[in-house]
């Protein structure tokens, strides 16, 4: 008998083949990112301090979104930061100063410990950020959470994909957008996003499909004029972030058959100017069982810092994780297309 045929491959299968061989350089339909960033004369990717510790406490959400990156959702509820691992992070905070503290998950706010972690961020004198998805305020299990944000006067970022309700619920499930109004309503009665009163409210703008985002400013405008008109809710600022080709979205993207277009768009726009900007270069991610990283994104693709760096919250050493290599691979090109992307919107 000859050779027997070889498996056939299903389609995220492949594309988890073709992807890997992207991040490593290999025969790639894409130029690597670092040889890109050479060749635009602004590489490699070298950290210059530590603005911002981003930490994601856990993958549990009441959510599971089209887009999520993380692959978050009601099942998750094994994967979240254990208190010892809080203290740690707060030892950690400390010995660099008053950083921005920026929270992520998941659902953040599900984690048994947020809100003791809130306050004692809070109590060192650093502005706290909450990613928020709306909903989470109206849980009945969440019962006074709007007010606890505004009594520690909590910067909230939450993710609203549209203003309307159809293409919200699209990526984000059933109901969601109607609960997300609700939710905003309640930050709005307690002063969030209203003139003065020093409570941030931002919103965030994911694409619903496999493009990029419009232009921040345009955008911004129209979400402020339709959520106004419509629903009578303000906010401070929008931000549009780009949607990686990882986690959820990718798997998106292999099955509409979009994946390689996608990539295209995001190589063809490199933008170096947002290169110069990218959240890593100022900022330490840390994964909810106290694995270090460059960004969320390397968090959610378990790709360590480099060689010979701190790889864990137990041995934080701030100087030298200031001056690191940063790592990149093919997602990369999401960060740095067109006017760029980070966890506070647009970057040129």
């Not at 740690?88 to 921005?100: M, S, V």
């Amino acid at each position: 008998m000859g050779n027997p045929l070889p498996a056939e491959r299903s389609p995220l299968a492949e594309a988890d083949r073709q992807f890997r061989i992207l991040q490593l350089g290999g025969e790639a339909a894409f130029q690597p990112f670092d040889s890109r960033l050479a060749q635009a004369g602004v590489g490699p990717l070298v950290a210059g301090g530590i603005d911002v510790v981003q930490i994601n406490v856990g993958k549990f959400c009441n959510q599971a979104c089209k887009h999520c990156h993380v692959d978050a959702g009601p099942d998750r509820t094994q994967e979240n930061m254990s208190r010892e691992t809080f203290e740690l992070c707060l030892d950690a905070i400390k010995r660099i100063g008053r950083p921005d503290v920026d929270l992520t998950g998941g659902a953040p706010e599900l984690n048994p410990s947020f809100r003791w972690f809130v306050e004692q961020v809070r109590g060192l004198g650093c502005r706290v950020i909450d990613r928020c998805n709306l909903t989470v305020l109206v849980m009945r299990s969440q019962a006074g959470l709007a007010a606890f944000l505004a009594l520690h006067r909590v910067q909230i970022i939450a993710s609203l994909p549209y203003f309307l309700g159809s293409r919200t619920d699209a990526q984000r499930g059933d109901g969601v957008f109607d609960k997300s109004i609700l939710g905003l309503r309640k930050l709005n009665e307690l002063g969030y996003g209203r003139p003065g009163s020093g409570l941030e409210l931002n919103l965030v703008y994911n694409p619903t499909g496999a493009f990029l985002p419009p232009d921040q400013d345009a955008i911004e405008a129209d979400f402020r004029r339709e959520l106004s008109t419509r629903y009578e809710v303000e906010f401070n600022s929008l931000y549009t972030i780009t949607n990686m080709p990882i986690g959820r979205y990718r798997d998106y993207l292999v099955r509409s058959g979009n994946h390689r277009r996608y990539m295209e768009q995001l190589v063809d726009a490199f933008n170096p100017a947002a290169a110069m900007g990218v959240m890593c270069r100022s900022m330490i991610s840390v994964g909810w069982d106290g694995r270090l990283y460059d960004c969320d994104f390397n968090q959610m693709l378990e790709l360590e810092l480099e060689v010979g760096a701190p790889r864990h919250i137990r041995d934080f050493d701030p100087e030298r994780l200031a001056a690191r290599r940063i790592v990149s691979g093919q997602h990369c090109y999401g960060c740095t297309a067109g006017s760029g992307s980070s966890c506070g919107g647009r970057i040129s």
